[in-house]
Every structure is written in structure tokens, then in C-alpha cells.
């Protein structure tokens, strides 16, 4: 049988890794569909999803020690959405590039780098910046994926402190339980206005759930599911490069 929809002209598929978690992806679909100029539907990006919430646990892995390996799962689905016809590959979780090179090694197609993407727009937009904050989820901290990239820029990482950053993981937890009222976005705010007490220049929502709630902040800051998604659009739309671990400067 003809296939009567291929895609045409020069846009390319995005393949997107999600359910870690599940409504960041939908979230992430819905800035994506936002930022594409469309008077049709035509004109959105075509995009293969794996909303894949049986992802093994990133934060029991990480944090606690004893969790199954994510990276071999996640390297399976990056395969397959390979496979389905995606032109690049993207992960919608900070947490879980710590298995980055695991997707990356087994497919041929572009997989984004969204931390670094976060750190080199921070820098870009930030002349001069000193000290950026970092909310996310404590395996972030552990893994130091922040840390490391901003430190070859110059550029200090803020955490919160240690109970605050408790705090911060149970805000986390609360969002991927369906929690997005009021009271969540206000100890939210206050771990904001912690962190910006503590000299960060910028806070950095390096969890996708935290962009869910992240509106009207005491903080500048600046969102990456929100930079991912304008990457997306930009690449698949717009034809630029996709920012890989490899191109980073």
C-alpha cells in the first residue's frame, strides 16, 4: 500500500524519549505545538512519541543505589523511535541524561543534549554571569550534570541547602503524583526565593515537572522544557544543527 503521508519539503521528525514523566511529556508536546506557527493542522510538526513511563526508576538508581540500570531501556527506545522514522533524537529529563551516552551509542541519528542546551543558553544570554542556580531533582546534584558544564564556563552552581533541597524533591514527587495547585507552587516559590537569597543570578528548572509549575517565580529563571522545546522546533522546522553532547563548545 502507498504510503499517502510521507513527510515533505526539508522538516524533520523529532523522536522524543518520554514518560519520564509522563505529564512533562504531554507538557513538552504542548509548548512545541504552541511555538510552531500553524494556520493548520499541517503545518505542526509531525513528532514520534514512546511515552514510556516503565522507564526504570532514575532517582533509585541515582539516589538511592539499589534501582535497575535506566540506560539500557532508554537506548531500546531511542532505537525504535530510530527505527519509526525519527530524524533526531530528544529527552525530555534532566535526571536522565546521566545515561545520555547510552542512547547516543546506539542509534546514528542526533540525540540533544538538553543540559548542556540549558548551560550554553544561560551563558548566551547572561553575559558575565557568575553564579546560576539549579532546582532539580537531587540526583542532578549527585551526578553533578549542572555542575560540571557550568564550571568549564566559569560560572559557579547554587544549590539549594540540604533541607530545602528535601523540600525541593518532595515538590518534584508532588508534581509527577498530579499535585499543580496552589500549594505546591508555593513552597515552590519560597525554595525560589531561598535560592536567590543564597546569591543565584538565575534559577534554572532542571526538571521537567517544575516548568509545570514553574509561572510567576520570585526568581528570574529560565525553564528547560521550555528551551528544549524551542530547540525542537528550531531543528525540525527551521533546520539548524541539533545541539549534541558532541557540538557543545
Not at 142 to 163: N, S, W
Amino acid at each position: 500500500m502507498e504510503n499517502t503521508c510521507q513527510q515533505t519539503g526539508t522538516e524533520k521528525i523529532p523522536g522524543i524519549l518520554g514518560g519520564m514523566g509522563p505529564e512533562a511529556t504531554v507538557d513538552l508536546m504542548s509548548r512545541i505545538i504552541a511555538l510552531t506557527p500553524a494556520s493548520d493542522d499541517i503545518d505542526h510538526l509531525r513528532c514520534i512519541v514512546d511515552n514510556n513511563p516503565k522507564v526504570p526508576s532514575r532517582m533509585k538508581a541515582i539516589i538511592d543505589g539499589d534501582g535497575e540500570d535506566p540506560g539500557a531501556c532508554m537506548a531500546d527506545m531511542g532505537k525504535r523511535l530510530e527505527v519509526w522514522g525519527a530524524d533526531f533524537l530528544v529527552i525530555p529529563c534532566n535526571t536522565a541524561h546521566h545515561y545520555y551516552y547510552d542512547v547516543a551509542h546506539a542509534v546514528k541519528i542526533p540525540v540533544v543534549h538538553l543540559i548542556d542546551l540549558v548551560v550554553e543558553t544561560v551563558v548566551s544570554q547572561n553575559p558575565g554571569i557568575k553564579q546560576a542556580g539549579v532546582l532539580a531533582s537531587t540526583a542532578v546534584l549527585i551526578t553533578k550534570l549542572y555542575e560540571t558544564r557550568f564550571a568549564a564556563r566559569g560560572v559557579e552552581v547554587v544549590y539549594p541547602d540540604a533541607p530545602v533541597q528535601d523540600t525541593l524533591l518532595g515538590v518534584i514527587r508532588r508534581v509527577k503524583a498530579g499535585e499543580t495547585g496552589e500549594a505546591v507552587r508555593k513552597d515552590f516559590a519560597e525554595i525560589c526565593s531561598h535560592l536567590e537569597a543564597k546569591g543565584a543570578e538565575i534559577g534554572i528548572l532542571g526538571c521537567t515537572e517544575l516548568g509545570i509549575i514553574g509561572d510567576n517565580l520570585p526568581i528570574h529563571s529560565v525553564d528547560a522544557a521550555d528551551v528544549l522545546a524551542r530547540e525542537i522546533v528550531a531543528v525540525a522546522r527551521d533546520g539548524k544543527m541539533p545541539h549534541t553532547e558532541a557540538s557543545a563548545p
